[in-house]
């Protein structure tokens, strides 16, 4: 149990219906929405504004002037994320407001925009002026660089790198590592791998299979008879996900 206390400055709003556990801190002149859900150890600093149905997972802190949400949208933010200055989340109005996700143990950096109907996995880094349009949906251990945007409905797999400044308007497989505008696919995210992987063969047969199935090219016949034959589980993974993707 935390030995913090409930701590709201008296210019924040706060609307009756709202469930506030009993040590959250919020700054000044927040305005918090009837429908809002702040779990234990939440902190917001000044000027936050939730609005429509958001739930905030345990131990989020949420800086000045993020905006969360409007009137008919329904958010979801997992424990232990970071959301920093100016960030807007589902905040404009849309006719087809769908559930926003954000996992846990995320960071996403100043003056990021996030749309309608995206989803965000677990150990995310969405860097500043990021933008995610509608129905993006990032895997796990995902990395955007400042400034680059995520064009509506598309997956960016678990493990990817996308440089800054990058524009994204297809899917991109587990592991990758991106840039440009449009963005392509420059190689395999290899440090990333090493600091999730232990064993070195995993990550050279990982090599092996990105250039069978992406070398000249998305194989999606060759994808889908790995993913179906291998029993590496990261393999499994990559192969599967250009199988079914859009490239």
């Known amino acids: 149990m935390s030995d913090k206390k409930l701590n709201i400055h008296k210019s924040t709003i706060v609307e009756h219906g709202a469930k506030i556990a009993s040590d959250v801190t919020i700054g000044p002149f927040c305005f918090i929405d009837k429908d809002v859900e702040l779990k234990s150890g939440c902190t917001l600093e000044s000027n936050v504004i939730l609005k429509g149905k958001v739930s905030v997972g345990a131990n989020v802190k949420i800086f000045s002037f993020a905006v969360i949400g409007s009137d008919d949208s329904e958010i979801h933010i997992g424990e232990k994320t970071h959301i920093r200055e100016f960030v807007q989340i589902g905040a404009q109005e849309s006719l087809d407001n769908k559930k926003i996700v954000i996992g846990a143990n995320n960071f996403l950096m100043g003056y990021v925009q996030i749309l309608s109907g995206v989803e965000l996995g677990d150990f995310c880094i969405i860097t500043n002026a990021v933008k995610l349009y509608e129905n993006v949906r990032c895997e796990e251990r995902v990395i955007i660089g400042g400034l680059s945007t995520i064009e509506a409905n598309n997956k960016i797999g678990t493990g990817v ?87």
């Open 161 to 247: 790198m996308i440089g800054g400044a990058s524009v994204v308007n297809s899917d991109i497989p587990p592991f990758m590592l991106v840039e440009g505008n449009k963005a392509t696919i420059k190689g395999l995210n290899v440090i990333g791998l090493r600091r999730r992987l232990e064993k070195k063969g995993d990550i050279e047969e990982i090599k092996g299979v990105f250039k069978k199935i992406l070398g000249d090219g998305a194989d999606k016949i060759l994808a889908q008879e790995i993913a179906d034959t291998n029993t590496n589980e990261f393999i499994k993974k990559l192969a599967s996900f250009v199988a079914s993707s859009n490239i």
